[in-house]
C-alpha cells in the first residue's frame, strides 16, 4: 500500500466520511449564519435557520454562492472572523473577470498545509526531497499554497516561483530538485528550453511533477512526462475554496481525490441545479466545512467535470473527480456549437502535433469562424510545402469530426505563439460579443 500522509482520514470509511461531514456543515452553517450578512439574508429570505440543517442530507435546503456574490462583497464582505484573526490574504489571478480577496486564519493555513502534503505524498514525496516551486509566490495562490504542504510534510521547499526560464533550469540541476511544482503549460515550455539548451533531464534528479491550475490533457501528461522525464501529478484547487490541493491526484493516476473531510464537492445539472448520477458531466458545486475566515456554501465554480464513487485502487476512499474539462466560461460557442479547447488540445496532440497552440475565433458577416495555429516541430519542418499543406487538411478534418464545425489549420513557425509562466492564454476571440 502507498505511502499516505493521514491514512485515517484519507481512508476511512464512507460513513465516517459522511459523519465528519455532516457534523461539520451543522458547525459551518452556523458559523456563516452568525457571521457573514450575505448567508444570514439568504437563509432568512427561503426560511431556514442554521438548526434545520442536521447532516450532509440537508445540504440542497441550503442557498448557493456565485462568483459575482464574491465580487459584489469585494473587498472583505463574506470573511467571517475579524481581522484580527485573519493571518494571510491571497486574491484570485482574475482570469475571467474582477479580483476577488480571500483571507485565512492559522487554522485554515494549518488545513490547507496538510491537504497539499497529501498530494505530495500522494506522488511519492518523501521528507528527503526538494520541491522546487515554479508557481507564482504572491496574491496567487499556487506559490505559497504548495510551499505551506512541502513545510507540512516537513521536505524542502526551493521557492524559485515564476519567470526567468534559464535560472529554473540552473537552479533545477544544481540544486537538485526531485520534485517541480507548476503549470501544466509552464512544465511544457521548461521540457522544451531543457532540450534547447542541451541538458537531458533524464540524468536530474528531478523525478516527480505536480501540475495544476489549468486544464490540460492526458496527451499533455504524456509530453511533459517523457520531456522532463518524470512522472506528472494533477492538482486541482481555486482561490475562492483554498488554493491547490482542494483534489489531489494518486498513484493511479485516474482521477483526483476530494478532500472531502474539508470539502463538500456537488456535481449538478446548471440549469436544473439538481445532481447528476457518477459519471455524468456537471458544474463542480463546493461546501468547505472547515475554513474560519472565508468559509463558503455551496460555491458555483462554473468548472465542468464528472465524480466517481467507485474504489481506487490506492485504497484511499475520498470520492474522485474528473479532470475538469474546462469552465463554463472557456466555453466557446462557435456557430451554435459548444467547443471546450481541451477537446483541440486532444486532436493536436493525438497528431503528435506542437502543444503550442493557438484558437482564434472570429466573425466574418454573420458566420463565427475558428482557426486553430499550430507551431511546426522540427519533424514537420524537414517536410515540403505540400507536406504541409497535407497536414494542415488532415488536422482540419480530425477537428471537424471531433468538434462538429469546420476549422481552418495553419502551421506557425516554431517559437512564434507566446509562452506562459504562467495560466496559459489559449484563445482569442475577436467577436466582440458582450
Ligand atoms: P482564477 O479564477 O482567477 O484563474 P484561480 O487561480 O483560483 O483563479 O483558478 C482556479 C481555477 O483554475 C479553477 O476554477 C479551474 O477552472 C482551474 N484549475 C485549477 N486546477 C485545475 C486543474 N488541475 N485542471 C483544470 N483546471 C484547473
Ligand atoms: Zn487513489
Redesign the pocket.
Known amino acids: 500500500m502507498e505511502y499516505c500522509y493521514q491514512p485515517e482520514i484519507e481512508k476511512a470509511s464512507r460513513e465516517e466520511i459522511k459523519n465528519i461531514q455532516s457534523e461539520r456543515l451543522v458547525n459551518i452553517v452556523k458559523h456563516v449564519y452568525e457571521n457573514v450578512p450575505l448567508y444570514r439574508e439568504r437563509m432568512d429570505n427561503i426560511g431556514i435557520k442554521p438548526e434545520d440543517i442536521k447532516s450532509v442530507d440537508d445540504l440542497n435546503k441550503l442557498p448557493f454562492t456565485s462568483k459575482q456574490d464574491l465580487r459584489d462583497t469585494y473587498p472583505y464582505g463574506m470573511f467571517a472572523v475579524p481581522m484580527e484573526n485573519v493571518a494571510r490574504l491571497h486574491a484570485?489571478?482574475?482570469?475571467?473577470g474582477k479580483?476577488?480577496v480571500v483571507g485565512y486564519t492559522q487554522k485554515d493555513l494549518d488545513n490547507w498545509g496538510d491537504i497539499v502534503a497529501r498530494q505530495l505524498a500522494a506522488a511519492g514525496i518523501e521528507k528527503s526531497d526538494k520541491v522546487h516551486v515554479a508557481y507564482g509566490y504572491g496574491l496567487?495562490?499556487?506559490g505559497l499554497g504548495i510551499a505551506e504542504g512541502a513545510r507540512r510534510l516537513g521536505c524542502t521547499s526551493i521557492p524559485v516561483s515564476s519567470g526567468n526560464t534559464a535560472r529554473q533550469l540552473t537552479i533545477l540541476e544544481d540544486f537538485g530538485s526531485d520534485a517541480i511544482a507548476c503549470t501544466p503549460s509552464y512544465a511544457m515550455y521548461l521540457g522544451e528550453s531543457a532540450e534547447k539548451a542541451g541538458i537531458d533531464t533524464k540524468k536530474l534528479p528531478l523525478r516527480v511533477g505536480i501540475?495544476?491550475?489549468?486544464?490540460?490533457t492526458e496527451e499533455m501528461r504524456r509530453e511533459i512526462e517523457k520531456s522532463l522525464s518524470i512522472k506528472a501529478y494533477?492538482?486541482?484547487?481555486?482561490?475562492?475554496i483554498m488554493?491547490?490541493g482542494v483534489a489531489y491526484e494518486c498513484s493511479e493516476q485516474n482521477g483526483?481525490h476530494v478532500n472531502e473531510d474539508h470539502f463538500i464537492i456537488e456535481i449538478l445539472d446548471p440549469e436544473t441545479h439538481l445532481p447528476v448520477k457518477d459519471g455524468e458531466k456537471g458544474e463542480i458545486v463546493f461546501t468547505c466545512l472547515t475554513k474560519e475566515a472565508f468559509p463558503v456554501i455551496r460555491f458555483r465554480?462554473?468548472?465542468i467535470g464528472t465524480i466517481t464513487h467507485e474504489k481506487c485502487g490506492c485504497g484511499r476512499t475520498f470520492v474522485r473527480m474528473s479532470?475538469?474539462m474546462?469552465?463554463i466560461d472557456d466555453m466557446l460557442i462557435i456557430r451554435g456549437v459548444n467547443v471546450f479547447p481541451s477537446q483541440i488540445e486532444t486532436v493536436l496532440l493525438q497528431m503528435n502535433l506542437s502543444p503550442n497552440y493557438q484558437i482564434i475565433v472570429d466573425r466574418k458577416g454573420v458566420l463565427d469562424t475558428l482557426e486553430v495555429q499550430v507551431e511546426i516541430t522540427e519533424g514537420i519542418f524537414s517536410d515540403t510545402i505540400s507536406d504541409i499543406s497535407r497536414l494542415e487538411h488532415e488536422l482540419a478534418d480530425r477537428l471537424k469530426s471531433t468538434l462538429g464545425i469546420a476549422a481552418k489549420a495553419t502551421f506557425v513557425a516554431a517559437g512564434s505563439i507566446a509562452r506562459s509562466e504562467g495560466?496559459a492564454k489559449r484563445v482569442i476571440d475577436r467577436r466582440n460579443l458582450d
Not at 484570485?92 to 475571467?96: A, F
Not at 494533477?234 to 475562492?240: A, N, Q, R
Open positions: 484570485s489571478s482574475g482570469t475571467t479580483q476577488i496567487f495562490t499556487g501540475f495544476g491550475a489549468e486544464p490540460w494533477d492538482i486541482y484547487g481555486l482561490t475562492e488554493g491547490p483526483m465554480t462554473k468548472d479532470k475538469p474546462g469552465r495560466k
